[in-house]
């Protein structure tokens, strides 16, 4: 079973920067639309971004455009998010996605496969 595991949450400052990772448990997943999404206490889950299997394009939730930068990095199946300028209603648990359509329904939450989660906490 194709598994993601997030690594990389944790308490950071206002205005700080973190970066999550996301790592997959088989190559199979090179083919795949990776991304993230995030969930704040009492929220629905929010689209953050994605990216093709390729890398060559990506799509950015208005909230964070400028401010979070997705990669890929194919010899370590993984795929990471560096979070800059972090603001308080950044807080929530991040979780990593893989969608077999592409960037645009992983967007959409087209989501075969979820990671379990990562807590990221900025306080003010």
């Known amino acids: 079973q194709v598994q993601l595991v997030e690594s990389g949450g944790g308490l950071v400052q206002a205005g700080g920067s973190l970066r999550l990772s996301c790592a997959a448990s088989?190559?199979?997943?090179?083919?795949?639309?990776m991304g993230w999404f995030r969930q704040a206490s009492g929220k629905e889950r929010e689209f953050v971004v994605a990216?093709?299997?390729?890398?060559?394009?990506?799509y950015y939730g208005d909230s964070v455009k400028g401010r979070y930068t997705i990669s890929r990095d194919y010899a370590k199946n993984t795929v990471y998010l560096q979070m800059s300028s972090l603001r308080p209603e950044g807080t929530a648990v991040y979780y990593c996605?893989?969608?077999?359509?592409?960037?645009?329904?992983?967007?959409?939450?087209?989501?075969?496969?979820w990671g379990q989660g990562t807590l990221v906490t900025v306080s003010s």
């Open positions: 996605a893989a969608s077999k359509g592409g960037s645009l329904y992983l967007a959409r939450g087209d989501v075969e496969v």
């Open positions: 990216i093709d299997w390729s890398g060559g394009i990506t």
């Open positions: 088989t190559p199979g997943l090179i083919t795949y639309a």
